[in-house]
């Protein structure tokens, strides 16, 4: 099956930076968009605010509030996804969660299978003080 592992969430005073990255690993076909999302600790919805997304050509896209702060990039050979976060806020403390679009494959018999749907990581929490 597929795991996205999220590292590099901490408490950094505010002002500072952090980097956040993530490994996708499986029986991976390809990717196609990957993305970071955040929700703050403690909200049990289910809601997760869009940070920044990724295409597999490198296109990002940003939420308003960390343009020019926050930097997405890839690495489609190594299957990772990064975010540089810059000149933190404390109203950025939140869980930051990984997400891609993976297309996974899998052997029957003779056959391959693909399949393709959105993952997640566990998270990863980012704590900024003020």
């Known amino acids: 099956q597929v795991q996205l592992v999220e590292s590099g969430g901490g408490l950094v005073q505010a002002g500072g930076s952090l980097r956040l990255s993530c490994v996708i690993s499986?029986?991976?076909?390809?990717?196609?968009?990957m993305g970071w999302y955040r929700q703050a600790p403690g909200d049990k919805g289910d809601k997760r605010d869009l940070v920044a997304t990724v295409t597999m050509n490198g296109k990002t896209k940003y939420m308003d509030s960390v343009k020019g702060r926050f930097t997405s990039s890839r690495d489609n050979a190594k299957n990772t996804v990064d975010l540089q976060m810059n000149s933190l806020k404390p109203e950025h403390k939140a869980i930051y969660y990984c997400?891609?679009?993976?297309?996974?494959?899998?052997?029957?018999?003779?056959?391959?299978?693909?399949?393709?749907?959105?993952?997640w990581g566990d998270g990863t929490l980012v704590t900024v003080s003020s």
């Open positions: 997400s891609a679009d993976v297309t996974t494959y899998s052997e029957h018999g003779e056959d391959y299978r693909f399949s393709s749907m959105y993952f």
């Open positions: 499986g029986n991976i076909l390809s990717i196609g968009d």
